[in-house]
Structure formats: structure tokens, C-alpha cells
């Protein structure tokens, strides 16, 4: 699949680059050592900061309440729960040789910009063509609501991909934490649809353009300025 320069990313705190980038220069020192500690120490802070993207941040930007938002944090909070347990289950017990390749998969969620570091992920060159048109209606206030969901539920499903899938596909997994992983991933993908598919029609007409304007400063492009 072809890769665009746009990104779906969000700055990262002090805290989290600080202990991403401690851990990648740990596993480039010394290879051969575990560096488990460096690697939990990751993962409270990487997950918080990627809920809060997604959900407190746009309700935050706009200060919204209401059913739409009890929706939302409903499936915030059953996310986070399947997340961190999973984390919390499996990255401790992580050899040297899946270090290296969380190292590697963070190395790649790392980004930079004008000195800033953020975190995130390539869109495909359909999904960014796609949704910088429906954002740039939006903001035209000629929006559909139909296309929006299809381009929310595409940035859901690469925050899927990248943040959870490719972060355990790096693990040896036995037969009881593939289980593990296959049942917090289903949960993971049933209550972002719920918030994407339910939450974001429901909300007040007022907030819609905020809200898109929101995620349309997420989108990242790492082309040089010309």
C-alpha cells in the first residue's frame, strides 16, 4: 500500500518523548541487555496521550456536553481499560529481541517537525485526499455528515493498526495472549466504531465544524516547505 506525507499526529508531552527516546538510545547502546523498564515506563504515558487525541481532546476544544459526549467518554473509558491491562500483561514480560522491535515501531511513531515531536502515523493517499476534502467542507460549512463518519472511522481504524496491532505484532504471543490480544482488540474496535458511528452524529450542530477543525490539526505533513 502507497503512503502519503500526511499524518494523523499529535505533539508529544516532555514526558513521553523523553521516555521514548530513552528507551530507543537504551536498546541502540545496549542490545543485548533488557531494558523492560525503559519499555513500561512508555506505555501509561503513550496511551494516555493517544485517548485524550481522540476523545477528551476534541471535547475539551469545544467544551461540549450532552449525549453525544457521554457516548464518547463511555467508549473512552472502555478502551483505556482493555489497553492498559493489556499493556500492563504483556510488556513486562517482553524478551531482548522484542525490544529491539518495539524500539524500531516507536523509532517509527516518532516524528519531527520544526523541532517538535509528535506522534503518529501515515495516511494512505486515498484516506488524506479524502479526508482533506470533507474537512475542507466542513469548514465551508457544507459538510455531509455521512462522509465524515467514513473518514473518522478510516483515521479510527490506522489508530487501530498502528498504536495496537503493530505494537503487539512485534511479540511472541501464546496461545492464551493471542486470546488475550484478539478479545481487548475486538473490544478496542466495537467501542471506537460506537464513538465514531454514534457520538459524532449526536453532537450539536454548533459543534461540529470545532470539532472537525480539531481533527483537521491533527493531519501532519512532513514535507519540507518549499
Not at 117 to 120: A, L, R, T, W
Given at each position: 500500500m502507497s503512503q502519503s506525507s500526511l499524518y494523523v499526529?499529535?505533539?508529544?508531552?516532555?514526558?513521553?518523548?523523553?521516555?521514548i527516546d530513552t528507551f530507543i538510545a537504551a536498546t541502540a547502546r545496549e542490545p543485548?541487555?533488557?531494558?523492560?523498564?525503559?519499555?513500561?515506563?512508555?506505555?501509561?504515558?503513550?496511551?494516555?496521550?493517544?485517548?485524550?487525541?481522540?476523545?477528551?481532546?476534541?471535547?475539551?476544544?469545544?467544551?461540549?456536553?450532552?449525549?453525544?459526549?457521554?457516548?464518547?467518554?463511555?467508549?473512552?473509558?472502555?478502551?483505556?481499560?482493555?489497553?492498559h491491562g493489556l499493556a500492563g500483561r504483556l510488556m513486562r514480560k517482553t524478551s531482548v529481541e522484542e525490544q529491539q522491535a518495539l524500539a524500531a515501531h516507536f523509532a517509527a511513531l516518532r516524528l519531527e517537525k520544526d523541532g517538535q515531536?509528535?506522534?503518529?502515523y501515515p495516511l494512505t493517499p486515498a484516506l488524506a485526499e479524502r479526508a482533506s476534502l470533507v474537512f475542507q467542507e466542513f469548514a465551508d460549512g457544507q459538510g455531509e455528515m455521512k462522509r465524515l463518519v467514513e473518514v473518522m472511522d478510516g483515521i479510527s481504524a490506522g489508530a487501530i493498526e498502528n498504536y495496537l496491532d503493530k505494537t503487539v505484532g512485534n511479540l511472541e504471543l501464546g496461545r492464551i495472549n493471542r486470546g488475550l490480544v484478539a478479545g481487548a482488540r475486538a473490544t478496542i474496535k466495537k467501542a471506537s466504531a460506537s464513538s465514531v458511528e454514534k457520538g459524532i452524529p449526536a453532537m450539536d450542530r454548533?459543534?461540529?465544524?470545532?470539532?472537525?477543525?480539531?481533527?483537521?490539526?491533527?493531519?501532519?505533513d512532513l514535507r519540507p516547505a518549499t
Open positions: 499526529a499529535f505533539p508529544a508531552s516532555d514526558t513521553l518523548r523523553d521516555r543485548g541487555r533488557s531494558h523492560v523498564d525503559s519499555l513500561d515506563a512508555i506505555m501509561d504515558p503513550f496511551l494516555d496521550e493517544v485517548l485524550h487525541t481522540y476523545f477528551t481532546g476534541p471535547i475539551d476544544a469545544v467544551n461540549a456536553k450532552g449525549p453525544a459526549v457521554n457516548v464518547i467518554l463511555g467508549a473512552m473509558k472502555v478502551i483505556s481499560k482493555a489497553a515531536v509528535f506522534i503518529g454548533e459543534h461540529r465544524q470545532p470539532v472537525v477543525a480539531y481533527f483537521e490539526s491533527l493531519l501532519l
